[in-house]
C-alpha cells in the first residue's frame, strides 16, 4: 500500500504494506523468542523423570566412559545434563534368546554395571530407590538412577528370586517383554489368556516389597487381571496410544482410562514405530534385518534404522491424547532412549528432551500441565508404590 507524505524535502511515497508486514514479523519473532526461552526456563526449572532407558545394555556390554558425550547410543551424562533430567529409570533388558538361568545372570551382571556407573561418577549419579532419594539427589545437583529390568521371566519361576533381585535395588520390573513367560502372557505371545495363579502371586509380591508393577509389553488380557488384582497403583512404563496408531505395544484408550482411575501413570514412548511411522520400521520384536552388522545386544535394540522418524509433533499428538483420556495427572515420559532404532526428527536423543516442552507449551498446555508430564506425575506415584 503506498501513500504519498509531505516531508521538508519534498513529497514521498511510503510503503504501509512493507512496514507493517515488518512490524509483525519482528513482533512474531519476539514472541517466538519468548516462547522458546520460556519453555527453556520451564524446563530448567521443572522436575524431569523417564521412566525407562535402556543404557544398562550400552554400560553392560561396551563399558563406555559415561562422563562423555558419546557417538552410540542416545544417554550419557552430559546428555542426561542438557536434557534436564532429574532422575531415569535404567531398565536391565534381556533379550529372548538366552534361557530364565542364563537370562539371569546376565540381569546380575546389568545390575552390577550400573551400580559400578554410579560410583564411578559420584559428583553426577546417586542410587535411587525412592521418592525421597529422587528428591536428595535433586537437591544436590545429581541424577537419581533407578534400577528396573525389562521382561520378569528372568526370577525364574521363583519369588526368592524376586525379593533377591528387590534387596539387589531393583524397583519395578516390566512383567513380560517379547514373548509370554511361564506365568503372564505378552502384547504378541498369549498362551495363558492373561496371568497364571503364579503371575497373580508375583505381583501382589511386587506391591508387598514397594516395587513398582509394569505393564508395558504385558497383553491385554493380562493387563485387566494385574489390574484387577492390583492394590495399589501400577503403570505402563514406556507404552503409547493405540488409538493414533495400531501396534500391539500401545494402550488402547480403556486401559489408559482404567489405569488412570487407578492412579497409574502411561509413560509415553518415543519409538517411532509406535508414535508414527511404519510399526514394522525398526521394531526390535521383528525378525532381524542384518544380523551381521550387530556386535553385541546393545547394536540389537539401538542400532539406527536408516528410515527418518515421524514429525516431533506427532510424539506430541501422543502427549495430547494420553491427557485427554488420563488426565494430566496420570501421563509421562518413558522415552526407551537406547532401547530404539528410530526416534521423531527434533528428539534424536536425551539431550533433545526440552524440545518437548516447547512442543506441549505450543499446544496449549499449561504450565502446571507441563510440569506434571515431566516428572511430578510419577514423582507421586513413586511415592506411593515405592515407599
Known sequence: MMTAVNCPHGRMEFDYSCAISRTSQ??????????LMDAGSLHKDALVIDTHIDTATHLLWRSPDFSQRL????VDIPRLRAGGVDAAMFAVWIDEGFSNEHALKLVLRGIDAIHRTIASYPDDLMFARTAADVRKAREQGKIAVLITIEGGRVICDDLGILRM???LGVCSITLAWGAATGWIDSHNHQRHGGLTAFGREVVREMQRLNMLVDISHVSEAAFWEVLNIAERPVFASHSSCRAL??????????????MAKNDGVININFFGGFIGANPDSGNVEA???KPAIYRDPFDR????VPEPGPPLSRLVDHFNHAIRVAGAEHVGIGSDFDGVTQLPQGMEDMSKLPAL???????GHSESVVRAVLGENDLRLFEKTLS
Open 26 to 35: 519482528t513482533k512474531l519473532t519476539a514472541i517466538t523468542d519468548r516462547l
Open 357 to 363: 516442552t516447547s512442543g506441549l507449551l505450543d499446544a
Open 287 to 289: 525378525p532381524l534385518r
Open 301 to 304: 535394540i539401538a542400532y539406527p
Open 165 to 167: 533381585l528387590n534387596d
Open 245 to 258: 496408531l495400531d501396534h500391539t505395544r500401545n494402550m488402547w484408550d480403556p486401559m489408559i482410562e482404567a
Open 71 to 74: 557417538s552410540e547410543g542416545h
